[in-house]
């Protein structure tokens, strides 16, 4: 196996930790915003390793690197904006607002 192939494969091994991981850390937890933190590993992480790997495998210049290195970027600007939406949107569907109520603008967290 060449220095490439191996490198390939670590980062492969690599994006499949993270990812199974983030998985098993989401089963700990109940709340959709909590679950929220553990996807961060996987678009900012192991999207990116995948990305990598195709790169060194198929070359940056390629049409497979290029869009590899494209789906990365969409991910790395897109998620932390789908995140928030996501967030934002749960919270409309608990609290009816999205705006802090007057509970939490004193300071005392709801549960």
Do not use: N
């Not at 497979?64 to 995140?83: D, S």
């Amino acid at each position: 196996m060449s220095v490439q192939g191996a490198l390939v494969d670590g980062l492969l091994a690599l994006a499949v930790l993270l990812s199974a991981a983030s998985c098993l850390a989401m089963l700990a937890f109940s709340a959709a915003v909590d679950r929220l933190h553990y996807l961060g590993p996987v678009t900012g992480l192991a999207v990116p390793a995948v990305a990598v790997a195709v790169m060194i495998d198929a070359s940056p210049l390629s049409v497979p690197g290029a869009k590899a290195a494209l789906v990365a970027i969409v991910l790395l600007v897109g998620g932390p904006v789908l995140g928030h939406a996501v967030a934002r949107a749960d919270r409309i569907r608990r609290t009816g607002d999205w705006r802090p109520g007057d509970e939490e603008k004193a300071g005392r967290r709801r549960p």
